[in-house]
Every structure is written in C-alpha cells, then in structure tokens.
C-alpha cells in the first residue's frame, strides 16, 4: 500500500472520529483504533505521520500512545489477537495449564504469529475479570472460566468457522 493511499485512509478516519466533539485525547485513541482496525490489527508506521500532520501533536506524542497501551501494534499481526492475563489470580487459578495449552494448539510463543496469520499471542496484565480467571481476549471479546479443553474448543471453533467462510 503506498503512502498516499495511507494518507488518504487515515484522513478520512479522522475527520469522522473528529466530527464527533470529542477531546482531543479521546480523538487520539479512536482514531488509532479506527486505523487499526482497518488494517487488519496493526497500525502502519506511516499513520503516525499522517496523525501527527492531522492533530498538530508532535510525533513523540503519537508513538506514546503507541507504544504504551497494548492493544496497539505498528507490526502485522493476526487476524484474531489472543491476550493472556499472567496476572496472580489467572496464575493461581490454571493459568499456566491454560498458556501451555495455547501454545501447543498454536505452535507459537508470545510475540508471534501462526504460519497461516490467524493467530498472534500476547501477554498483557490484568484485564480485570479475575472473578471468572483464568481469561483471555481473543480481538474484543472476553472469555473466562478458562481449562485447557475449553481454550482448545474455542480455538478449533475459531478455525472451523475460518475454514467454512
């Protein structure tokens, strides 16, 4: 994709996040998801340029954002992104048992992505469910009470679905 076609699809993401009168902030961070969102889960490094062009807010301020909350990446990722909490309830409650058993299915590590692009895994801290731990985010969606039968089911029910479309 070339950099006028990013500039042109950032542009556009961002005077309709900025029509809503939001703050400034808040502008920021939708917009970063809005971006990412249409690339397939990863921000392309030129969009930061692009914002920084946009907002007026120094380019340091944009890879801030970037690189400090998670959910951002400026690497291609996987279609669904799976979040692991390593947080001391999820670890406590099965966590390890449910890690080991992603990794297996996936034949990945943290940081990386299956050869088919599906899948990428990640650890993050806590994502505040500790009631249902062990849990996980596959993209935007929870899923707690976790075993590693249930991690494989959901994973092999992800696939099927992929398999069929």
Do not use: W
Request: net charge negative; with cysteine; glycine share 8%.
């Amino acid at each position: 994709m070339s950099a006028e076609n990013v500039r042109e699809i950032v542009t556009d993401i961002y005077e309709n996040i900025s029509s809503q009168s939001l703050e400034k902030g808040d502008v920021l961070i939708n917009t970063l998801h809005a971006i990412q969102d249409h690339f397939g889960n990863f921000i392309p490094i030129e969009a930061a340029e692009v914002m920084k062009d946009l907002t007026g807010l120094p380019l340091s301020r944009i890879y801030e954002v970037l690189t400090f909350y998670t959910m951002f990446s400026t690497h291609k990722r996987g279609k669904y992104v799976i979040r692991v909490c390593k947080s001391l309830p999820c670890h406590v409650t099965g966590g390890q048992a449910v890690v080991d058993s992603l990794k297996n299915i996936l034949e990945i590590d943290f940081g990386e992505t299956t050869t088919d692009g599906l899948f990428t895994l990640e650890e993050t801290s806590c994502l505040g469910l500790c009631g249902v731990s062990p849990v996980m985010m596959i993209n935007d969606e929870a899923y707690g009470n976790l075993t590693p039968e249930r991690v494989s089911e959901i994973v092999d029910g992800m696939v099927s679905r992929e398999r069929s479309e």
